[in-house]
């Protein structure tokens, strides 16, 4: 079982400033099968990120997404308001289908 | 616009049943698998079951197998999630879930979620 570790748990920055969170998978993985989300209070889950980079529909490009092997990073150029949320990464296994989630990484406004 | 509404969640007693819907619209419902994802109060999003487009073939998480059932029907663009045995553990949002288009399986739509609470 794989097993997706964020850091940090917590970020504190400013608007304007560069968010970078990480994403750390316990075996290597295909990047084609790893995303991030956000997570506003009292919303759904969004989709930014699918196959580690590429945007997912309506994204601004301001959030970008990279990585291989275990280790896959969200950035975040320069912090909007509401992108202060909690964000995390998922992985997805084909045989038998599973998905995994990261345990999350809040982004707070210093 | 593709729209996802979740219903029928609840407060139920453990070892109680329970029935959610999902009302789907803005796509072409039997061109997608769908998907039940849930987040339990202070989690992560935790994946439930699937259901391919014609309904023949689900799959499930561990920690819900033999208990719940996933179906759909198609001419009602309509998903469903059947729960047996409650236990507090199941107590989360529920939500439904589309994919991206094409062969990526990362969930793009998800509704608003409805509400399952298991206590005595």
Redesign the interface.
């Known amino acids: 079982e794989i097993v997706l570790t964020q850091s940090p748990g917590t970020l504190s920055l400013s608007p304007g400033e560069r968010a970078t969170l990480s994403c750390r998978a316990s075996q290597s993985v295909s990047s084609f099968y790893v995303a991030w989300y956000q997570q506003r209070l009292g919303q759904a889950p969004r989709l930014l990120i699918y196959g580690a980079s590429s945007r997912a529909t309506g994204i601004p490009d301001r959030f970008s997404g990279s990585g291989s092997g275990t280790d896959f990073t969200l950035t975040i150029s320069r912090l909007e308001p509401e992108d202060f949320a909690v964000y995390f990464c998922q992985h997805y296994t084909r045989s038998p289908p599973t998905y995994t989630f990261g345990q999350g990484a809040k982004l707070e406004i210093k | 616009e593709v729209q996802l509404v979740e219903s029928g969640g609840a407060v139920v007693q453990p070892g109680g049943s329970l029935r959610l819907s999902c009302a789907a619209s803005g796509f072409t419902f039997d061109g997608y698998t769908m ?1 039940w ?1 849930r ?1 339990a109060p202070g989690k ?4 439930v079951s ?1 259901i391919t487009w014609d309904g023949g073939s689900t ?1 499930y ?1 561990v920690s819900v197998k033999g208990r719940f059932t996933i179906s759909r029907d198609n001419s009602k663009n309509s998903l469903y999630l059947q729960m047996n045995a409650l236990t507090t553990g199941d107590t989360a949002m529920y ?1 439904c879930a589309r994919p ?1 288009a094409g062969m ?5 739509y ?4 409805t509400l399952v609470t298991v206590s005595s």
Do not use: I, K, R, T
């Open positions: 998907h994802v987040q992560g999003p935790e994946w699937l799959s998480a939500y991206v990526n399986p990362h969930f793009e998800w509704g608003q979620g």
